[in-house]
């Protein structure tokens, strides 16, 4: 995806609670961390509507600018990480939305990894398996499974390193 280096796509997805109504999602990759992040579920209600992909590929399109980065490359982030989207919805209509992938670790939402997000860290680290995360930790679940442990640590500190 060029200078965030980060890539975007639309995953089938199986397990509990997943059937053919909301089985796609909208992923993104953190090149960061190295994570799929899901984005944007089949069924889930946006303005209002339904999103659906009624096709691995379909349900969405993605915008790229020719202005490109720093490698001249285009790109379809821009310097904010924000996605431009078209995304269709199951009563035909359609509508073009600016994606913005979760805020990994950044607790303050300031638009970087640092100390202070740490120190949040610190206050929602529990037992591995320990359970539902709670709101104010969620971002801190950087593994996606359902605690804030020692391998969310690992994935803070390269977020904390990044230069971004």
Known sequence: MNDPTDAIGIAEIDGPDVDLTNNRVLILRDHRTGIWYPLVRTGDEIAGRIWVAD????????????????????????????????????????????????????????????LLDYAQFLGCVGVPGGGEVSDVCQTFDLDWDADVDFADFGFLQILIGSDE
């Open 55 to 114: 096709e691995l590929g379909g349900g969405s399109s993605m915008f790229w600018t020719d202005s490109g980065g720093s490698d001249g490359r285009r790109q379809s982030f821009n310097d904010t990480r924000r996605l431009a989207a078209k995304l269709e919805f199951t009563d035909g209509s359609h509508g073009v939305y600016l994606v913005r992938p979760p805020s990994l670790g950044d607790f303050d939402a300031d638009g970087d990894n640092d």
